[in-house]
């Protein structure tokens, strides 16, 4: 075994190849093939990313990293496009929720294990983690709480605000210590230091009761020219007032905001990508020889569906899962059957859980 900085620890994987040589533009394209809607979202992602393989390539103390905090609702895409973004760039990639964590020395995780969970995700190549990106979710879970709601001793907001600057301390830092064993990340003897200074980190949450706009009292001639609280790109301050750090938003400086999918775009999202759910249902049944033939109206039936119940493109696994459950288990006994999805076949397989009927007591 070599020296750990040589990256050789025992169990690794294959080394990871970071493609250093995109423009935005062609991350966009290799991102885009992917990613159904969310355009401007997905350029500026592109740009972030761009720019921060300048850095890498180019180490200057000018450059500074171009960390990224994604907002948008639950199901518009934002785990999709960070993991699309690491997938285009060959780099390492995990995702971490931010609610997991506490201050330091206090029962939890402390911040360090999002980089080893990253080191583990690589199989111990530490130079290629040291080139990931940490996807770190529900960072609004974290905002600070008002005085009444703080909780813990002298009312430190232990799982809010503390975490909130050990994440910062995290994105400020060259050098940590980290964990090797993730499942024991208590044990303070087994480690190994890490340059983070590389690692791109994007945060991401729904803040979806945030205050923007007219809301905020925003006065004057935008105050009055828009009714829809939408049409106002979320601001800094707006951030500041629902709880995240100044300091933490200085480290995020990059900020992207994603719009509720379409029912046009939840139906590309079924069919277009190269990994979309109806080319995989589709190889799911090729042993029994029964083809799946999606039908226009099937698909804005489906999409229809997903708009109900509120979970975006989160959500339309579940609903397959669901629509395709009885074909799957009578799959052996229907061998070459060529199965219609259409708005009834939708509808007649989409329908609320019945609630089981009571037994009649017998006479």
């Known amino acids: 075994m070599e020296d750990i900085k040589g990256d050789k620890i025992p169990g690794e994987r294959p080394r990871w190849e970071p493609k250093l040589d995109f423009t935005p533009r062609q991350i966009y394209d290799e991102m885009s093939r992917f990613v159904i809607g969310q355009e401007r979202a997905v350029r500026t992602i592109a740009i972030a990313a761009y720019n921060h393989i300048k850095r890498i390539i180019h180490p200057n103390d000018l450059l500074k990293k171009s960390n990224v905090l994604m ?28 609610t997991d964590y506490t201050e330091a020395g206090y029962y939890g995780k402390d911040v360090e294990v999002m980089v080893a969970e990253l080191l583990f995700a690589t199989g111990g190549d530490v130079r290629a983690a040291e080139r ?28 809010g605000e503390g975490v909130q600057q050990a994440i910062l301390k995290l994105l400020e830092a060259n050098r940590v210590f980290v964990p090797l064993n993730v499942t024991q990340h208590w044990n303070k003897h087994d480690f190994v230091p890490m340059e983070v200074g590389n690692i791109l980190f994007i945060c991401a949450g729904t803040f979806s009761d945030m205050k923007r706009g007219r809301d905020r009292g925003d006065i004057g001639f935008l105050g009055e020219s828009a009714d829809d609280k939408s049409t106002y790109p979320v601001a800094v301050r707006d951030l500041e007032s629902y709880g995240l750090l100044a300091e933490l938003l200085g480290r995020l400086p990059v900020i992207v905001e994603l719009d509720p999918l379409t029912d046009d775009e939840l139906m590309h999202i079924v069919t277009d990508p190269p990994d979309s ?35 975006g493109a989160r959500g339309l696994r579940a609903m397959f899962e669901e629509m395709f459950h009885d074909l799957a288990f009578t799959a052996p006994e229907r061998m070459g059957e060529n199965v219609v999805v259409d708005a009834d076949f939708v509808n007649a397989n989409l329908v609320e859980a019945k609630k089981p009927r009571r037994r009649e007591a017998e006479d």
């Open 71 to 98: 907002v948008g609702p639950t199901g518009s895409g934002k785990t999709h496009i960070a993991r699309t973004l690491a997938g285009a760039l060959n780099v390492p990639f995990t995702v971490t929720n931010a």
């Open 277 to 311: 759910l109806l080319r995989e249902y589709q190889a799911m049944f090729e042993y029994e020889q029964i083809t799946i033939e999606m039908c226009d109206d099937g698909l804005r039936a489906i999409a229809a569906k997903a708009r109900e119940r509120g979970t």
């Open 132 to 159: 990931g990106i940490i996807f770190i979710d529900e960072i609004d879970k974290i905002a600070r709480r008002s005085g009444g709601q703080r909780t813990g001793a002298s009312g430190r907001d232990i799982g």
